[in-house]
C-alpha cells in the first residue's frame, strides 16, 4: 500500500520566494496534519484538516503560511514570501480517525538562503 | 509548562542492555497514548500504543499511569538497531480539535 507521498523531497530557495509543498494522504484517511520539525522546537504541528476541511490552524506561525486541501487527496501549504527562519523538514501525516495514529510522509527537507 | 515532557537524554547504553524511558503529560483528558520512533533524517513511525493495562510487543513494553499522568515504555536485550529517538505522543482533545501532541524524544544510542 502506498503511504503518505511528500514532495519535493528537498527544496533549497532563497528568500522571498515562494515555496509550495505538497502531500497525499493515504487513501480512505479522512485527517491530514502539517508538522514542521526543527532541533530547536522538535514537532510542532501547523494545521490539520478533516474531510477537507481546516479544523485547527492554531499552529501556523504567520500570514505567511496557508494550507489548503482541495480533494480527499491532495494538500498544499505554501510559504510566501519564505524567510531564513523557515528552513525546516515538513512533514505531512494522515490518519483514519480522531486521537488515533498518524502515518508520516517523508518529509520535506526546506533550505532558505 | 510543556503538554508532553521527556527527558533527552541521550542515553548511551551497551548492547543487551534494558532501557526505561518515562514521559509525563499535562492533560487529564488525554484518552490515546503512543511511542513513536524517529531515525535520524527520518520521518517519525509508530512503534506501539500504549493502552491502560499496558502492554507488550516483543522486547518492548508499554505502560500508562492515569493518576500520575506518564508513559513508560522498557527496552529490553537492547540492540544497535534499536538506536533512534523515541518520541512520547498523547492525544489532546479541546472542544472540536482532537490532536496529537508530541514530546520532543529521548535520544538512544545503544553501544557495541
Known amino acids: 500500500d502506498a503511504g503518505v507521498i511528500q514532495s519535493p523531497r528537498h527544496e533549497v530557495t532563497e528568500m522571498g520566494q515562494e515555496v509550495t509543498l505538497r502531500c497525499k494522504p493515504i487513501s480512505g484517511h479522512d485527517y491530514l496534519f502539517w508538522y514542521r520539525q526543527t532541533m530547536m522546537r522538535g514537532l510542532e504541528l501547523l494545521i490539520y484538516f478533516n474531510n477537507n476541511v481546516p479544523i485547527d490552524d492554531s499552529g501556523m506561525p504567520e500570514d505567511r503560511f496557508s494550507a489548503k486541501m482541495p480533494n480527499a487527496s491532495f494538500s498544499t501549504l505554501k510559504i510566501q514570501p519564505s524567510e531564513p527562519r523557515d528552513s525546516a523538514v515538513y512533514f505531512c501525516?494522515?490518519?483514519?480517525?480522531?486521537?488515533?495514529?498518524?502515518?508520516f510522509g517523508d518529509g520535506t527537507r526546506l533550505s532558505i538562503l | 509548562r510543556k503538554e508532553v515532557e521527556q527527558d533527552p537524554g541521550p542515553f548511551n547504553v551497551p548492547e543487551g542492555a534494558t532501557v526505561a524511558f518515562n514521559c509525563t503529560y499535562s492533560?487529564?483528558?488525554?484518552?490515546?497514548f503512543f511511542w513513536y520512533r524517529q531515525d535520524c533524517r527520518k520521518e517519525p513511525k509508530l512503534l506501539m500504543s500504549?493502552?491502560?493495562s499496558g502492554n507488550e510487543d516483543g522486547r518492548f513494553t508499554a505502560q500508562l499511569n492515569r493518576a500520575s499522568q506518564y508513559i513508560s515504555l522498557l527496552i529490553r536485550d537492547s540492540k544497535l538497531s534499536d538506536s533512534a529517538t523515541y518520541l512520547c505522543v498523547v492525544n489532546s482533545q479541546s472542544g472540536a480539535t482532537n490532536k496529537l501532541i508530541f514530546g520532543t524524544g529521548t535520544l538512544l544510542a545503544v553501544q557495541p
Open positions: 492533560n487529564s483528558a488525554s484518552q490515546s
Open positions: 501525516a494522515s490518519g483514519w480517525a480522531r486521537g488515533q495514529p498518524q502515518h
Open positions: 500504549v493502552y491502560s
